[in-house]
């Protein structure tokens, strides 16, 4: 036997892990609607929503918790739809970890190999228990452990049956910021370590964007858009996705000419873009950017804004300094407010309220959206409320 | 009369805070310490010297004090079987009352929906008429002209021909009796089960049949020994249902307690059989606490 880990020894093929028109009806909502994706096997993949937005229901039903009203799943060409959560090659670590609370440490991690008759458990237990370090706790019983620990004897409790996939429940939600950014590092490590499919379901988007390859951003039961975190966050391609996954700037304006590059007419200012970011189907859309793709500039050096640059006039109504950035808000002359994230490097003097500015940026970082579902879509309701109390 | 157990324990209490608090803590605690050392400690003390008596040399029939020993010996040699019969009628009908209320229970606690209220005050319900009077009504539904016994007569299963004044009679009364104090510990305990835990058992390829052996079960653990418990400890002092529905062969202990009492007035006697009874279930109830391993699951 080598020592690589828990897989060595297994030459078992990986496979993918599909899903085709998966849905789930609860009394008349609609949880998680048509869902068709394909999760490549080995591969890391965050379903990132609001609570709501059926990402915990979609993953009952990867494990076998929950019955789809229709649709299959998949893992390479077996449809294992019918096969009941115990028969399923698939092991979820638990939001709330759910460690069994009358067994130790050693009993839950042996758990599932115990129930499938295997009777030399120790070796594979022991490797387990080294793999997310806590060999010297094996006897402990789960409440006398932190949070991180019983989060860790959580994945391998999962990770020793060596699952085709592994999903994860918010497997970090209980824990504070700091052992949450530890654990993500330690998470990915073990996937990589072991190159087991894991789907991972969570509400912060930082955690998606940092640990998975792939992130599917999932509202209303659906996905609103699919790929790797750096595009989904450069390039969105709803209303959606550009509010909740970071922050953006939308104006709304009117297409004035199509093709290659794409201009806007949004309040009396032009606006373009490269026609391949524009999601808008019609003539109305919604001109995007992103709060620290925006430079600003005193009014006086507006001059040294390069030929080619989408700019915008306002006025600087707040300033944050936030040590590693500044935020400006800078109201145009229609009232909108825009938010722009200046990095701390420049020397000399920040621009001060009431100060006129110039915004510029690049049409490569400008995006095109359709106006359809209204420019609040994605925002924590919590947000919208705070801003209409302090409009009125 | 039932034997009393010490089941009443004094609330932990936080020495560690401010004086002032600690001690109207105790202020607190001093009507439950008094109720206790008059209407627990006293009698118990009192029964305690009652069992020691000796029968007075010049009053025959009468009793003074004395250490006499002899009681305990003589009281267990001539009711032994009475005393062993209560243990095992007891038992019988723990784990019969374990096995109808496991079910139900379980029953309330996962699927009863919308229903669970309505079923727990039906399991409490009975309890709104009298122990005595529920257990006469016992007497007519296994009266020997009953539809219950005729109808096991028809199919002889019966080998006697009659229930009511044999010891299935008792066991089935103690069963019915003392159900509400299993079923209530038990669903206490199982609707207490997270029930993501029976998913991860689930999850982790365990069979619904093995993840009730291994999950549901040893975490509804300590309702069971609760239960087993509150069954066990009234059932083995319990004389009425021996009473109303045995014979004279299956009398229990506390019917041997009551007619010393009563009707022969051998008070040492009767005492030391009380006594006697609450060490034998003590010391019962200490080994079986210890040996079920409920300590660390509360």
Redesign the interface.
Known sequence: MTNEGPRAGTSRRVEDLRLAGLTKVFGDQRAVDELSITIAAGSFFALLGASGCGKTTTLRMI???EEPTSGQVFIGDKDITEL???QRP???V???Y?????LDIFENVA??LR??GIKHVDAAVGQMLELVELSSLARR?PSQLSGGQQQRVAVA??LI?EPDVLLLDEPLGALDLKLRRQMQIELKRIQSEVGTTFVHVTHDQEEAMTMADTVAVMHAGRIEQLGHPADVYETPRTVFVANFLGQSNLIVGEKIQGGESVEVNAHGVRFTMPGSRNFAPGSQLVVGVRPEKMIVLDLADAGRIPSGQNTLHGTVTDVSYTGVSTQYLVLTAWGQQVIAFEQNSIVGDRCAVGDPVVLHWSPQHTFGLDPAGGLSSGIDPSVLALESDAEA | MAPIVPVASVAPVHVSGPKRSSRSVYILLIPGLAWLAVFFLIPLFTLFMTSLQKESASKPGTYVFGIQLSNYANALAEYWPQFLRSFVYAGLATILALAIAYPLAYFIAFKAGNWRSLMLVLVVAPAFASFLLRTYAWKTILADDGVVTSTLNSLHLLPDGRILNTGIAVVAGLTYNFLPFMILPLFASLDRI?Y??I?????????PA??FW??TW??S?PGIVAGTLLTFIPAAGDFINAELLGSAKDRMIGNVIQTNFIEFRDYPTASALSFALMAAILILVFGYIRRSGTE??V
Do not use: C, I, W
């Open positions: 494990a076998g918790l009941r959560a115990f698939v092991n979820t638990f939001q709330s759910a460690l069994f609370p009358h758990f599932g129930r499938r019983k409790r999962a049956n | 997270d993501r835990l998913e991860a058992g689930s999850d982790l390829y365990a069979s093995k993840v291994r999950v040893p975490l653990m660390d699951l």
